[in-house]
């Protein structure tokens, strides 16, 4: 950061970035360069011999030895300039892009050389020597080859970095600043539409394709533009709030040390739900949470069990429909076989007369789900699929807020537009099939259920307050429901029907427009603020992941230590953003992204939500020979969810067969407890 100016152009690569690639091409350029030694050592003195093409082949080793030399030492060059400086301080490389061009230009006699010995290698007739030996052949043959395959890395690696919104007339308008930008923005968008259109070529099909490319492409526009990013910048900048954000808990821990206002989380299950309604508890949660799972059908199962998964739903397929004599008339859109079905009857262990019904057509805002007769809660059961596809990606994607109506809301009540479009589609699907009506009718006094995981827990609440007026007393369970679903004023009313279960720093409970815009712009402030090369940055970032962010590295990343007073925007309902920032360029970039907003309303998380974290030991549990929870929880609110936090374990802690086995072992140390006390 900022982005390396080449021939004219800004590319998609930063001055700094060349360190990793320049050290891996100068220990191969050193090792074929030993190689071509020794033949010229074993072969040299014997082409004085040859009788045809003795000149053609000296030149050849002799050029070759020189060339390598030559980039070697041009590549040594780049690295140590390269390696100079902060992110943010190119004025310690400005001679990386002079010495960038030098070893571009030095491929042209490369491939001269290479064409020459492209020629000796496969072309027998030009060179005829009384003696060959068998490894200077095999040695510039392999050279050879691997000299193409260099080119064709070098020709690959241009077009990664190539930035079509690179060129100056979209990044340096002088006159009319905002006419720029906008053009940028339009640019940008139609950009991001055209690698939509030709990555997932598939999906055009689909009737809501290319709303979604409109919409994800304006997103992912908004967000970049004019911040001078780079790929890198951004790996760079979360190691770097890693370690920010470790240090703030710190800071923040302290606080509360002299306050006692920390939040209070809590071992005892009985405590925590003898506030809750009775339908609130712990082993409904995980019952419901393997229906959900359920609903992502046989590839969970070969997920959970990558030996044995295909023998797990052999049981339960069946092939008629595939000669012809369809069996499942109430199953949609599943394969001929019905792997998808017997992947929901594998994991809900669910009988086959109690799925009532199944979807499983998957396009951009329509998402699979099943409903079950659950005879063990007495419930009927709509289990609702999370992201699993591409497809689904998109709808998770779509994520600008959009009115939502139903009865009993707020009129101005917002919600994410992909999840409403998602909500819809089942609600109709529901009323065309009136699934729930007949097994109301067939089953009376049975109770409605929703639930669903990640982009199915969001689906679920929407389709909740949708459905609700004919079934009023539904109820749904969610889990790892997205931070960005619901403005809150509907997020208040859905705490009365929605229990949602989070663990840990799961990254989609934190995930929406307003807090992917802060991380970006956090990665600005650290980036500014950060006194380590990127290089070093990134090799700590491994040591982090393997050993955990040391107690040094808090205070010697910085240049400065002082932390100014957080940033506010009026569209953040006055919630602080913590910040570094090490420079006053830095500070007005992060208003101004503060101020520019891609939504303009915050979107909340739904439900009434409790919150499970992993329990520290303390000395005495460690001295201790009884068994010690392993988890505490409590009861939070959506404004808990507003940063994007980056922790090592923000995906593991989403994944539902994670959510089931905390909650599992929850239920389990409970038991234990209980019988300890018997």
């Known amino acids: 950061m900022p982005a390396l100016r080449l021939f004219g152009r800004k590319w998609l690569a930063a001055s700094d970035d060349l360190v990793f690639p320049g050290l891996f091409e100068i220990g191969l350029r050193i090792l074929w360069l030993s190689l071509l030694i020794c033949v010229h050592i074993k072969y040299y003195d014997d082409t004085w011999k040859c009788s045809k093409g003795g000149d053609f082949v000296r030149i050849y080793i002799i050029g070759t030895m020189a060339l390598l030399s030559a980039v070697i030492i041009v590549l040594v060059a780049l690295v140590n300039q390269s390696a100079k400086g902060s992110i943010t301080n190119v004025d310690a490389r400005k001679l990386v892009p002079p010495i960038l061009l030098l070893k571009l230009f030095l491929i042209i006699p490369e491939v001269i050389l290479n064409v020459f010995g492209t020629m000796w290698a496969f072309c027998r007739d030009m060179v005829i020597c009384p003696y060959e030996g068998h490894f200077s052949r095999t040695v510039i043959e392999a050279l050879v080859i691997f000299n193409w395959v260099l080119f064709g890395l070098a020709i690959f690696g241009l077009v990664m970095v190539f930035d079509p919104l690179g060129s100056k007339r979209y990044h340096e308008v002088q006159e009319t600043p905002s006419a720029g930008e906008s053009l940028r923005h339009r640019k940008g968008t139609s950009v991001w539409k055209r690698r939509f259109r030709w990555a997932f070529c598939w999906m055009r099909s689909d009737e809501h394709g290319h709303e979604a490319f409109q919409q994800v492409a304006g997103l992912l526009s908004a967000l970049f533009r004019s911040t001078d990013l780079v790929p890198s910048d951004v790996l760079a900048g979360c190691v770097l709030l890693r370690v920010k954000q470790k240090r703030e808990t710190r800071e923040m821990r302290r606080i509360y040390m002299l306050s006692d206002d920390e939040p209070k989380y809590t071992t005892d299950v009985n405590k925590v739900f003898s506030i809750a309604p009775r339908w609130i508890n712990l082993e409904n949660a ?373 959510v089931y086995k905390v909650l599992d072992t929850v239920l389990r140390e409970q038991r234990d407890n209980v019988s300890e006390i018997i």
Not at 496 to 522: A, K, Q
Not at 639 to 648: C, I
């Open 286 to 658: 995980r019952h419901f949470l393997r229906l959900s799972m359920a609903a992502y059908g046989w590839p969970f199962v070969m997920y959970l069990h990558c030996g044995t998964g295909i023998f797990r739903i052999l049981n339960n397929v069946s092939c008629c429909s595939c000669f012809g004599n369809p069996q499942y008339t109430m199953v949609l859109e599943d394969n001929c076989c019905f792997c998808h079905l017997a992947g929901v009857k594998h994991l809900s262990k669910i009988n086959e007369e109690d799925i009532l019904f199944a979807s499983f057509r998957n396009h951009v805002f329509e998402l699979p789900f099943c409903v079950i007769i659950d005879h063990k809660t007495t419930n009927l059961v709509v289990a609702i699929r999370g992201s699993i596809s591409l497809r689904d990606i998109f709808t998770d994607l779509t994520a600008t807020s959009d009115k939502f109506e139903a009865d009993g809301l707020p009129p101005d009540t917002m919600a994410h537009k992909g999840m409403i479009a998602g909500a819809e589609y089942i609600a109709k699907k529901l009323k065309e099939v009136g699934i729930l009506e007949k097994a109301q009718a067939m089953y009376p006094g049975y109770g409605v259920i929703l639930t669903g995981h990640s982009l199915g827990a969001g689906v679920a609440c929407l389709l909740g307050f949708k459905i609700r007026p004919k079934f009023p007393d539904l109820k749904v369970y969610a889990f790892a429901t997205p931070a960005g679903l619901l403005s809150r004023e509907a997020a208040r009313l859905s705490e009365s029907f929605v229990f949602t279960v989070g663990v840990g720093d799961d990254f989609v409970m934190r995930l929406g427009v307003d807090s992917i815009e802060n991380l970006r712009t956090g990665i600005i402030q650290t980036l500014h603020a950060s006194r380590l090369p990127k290089y070093r940055i990134l090799l700590n970032g491994l040591g982090y992941t393997l050993f955990g962010v040391p107690s040094r590295d808090l205070e010697a990343t910085w240049k400065d230590e002082t932390f100014p007073e957080p940033t506010r925007s009026p569209l953040l309902d006055s919630i602080a953003i913590p910040t570094v920032t090490g420079s006053t360029e830095a500070a007005l970039l992060s208003r101004d992204l503060n101020v520019r907003r891609f939504s303009k309303t915050r979107l909340y998380t739904a439900g009434r939500i409790l919150h499970i974290v992993s329990r520290k030991k303390t000395k005495t549990d460690k001295k201790s020979t009884s068994s010690c929870p392993s988890y505490e929880m409590r009861w939070a609110i959506a404004e808990d969810f507003m940063e994007l936090k980056v922790m090592p374990r923000m995906l593991l802690d989403h994944l539902p067969d994670n």
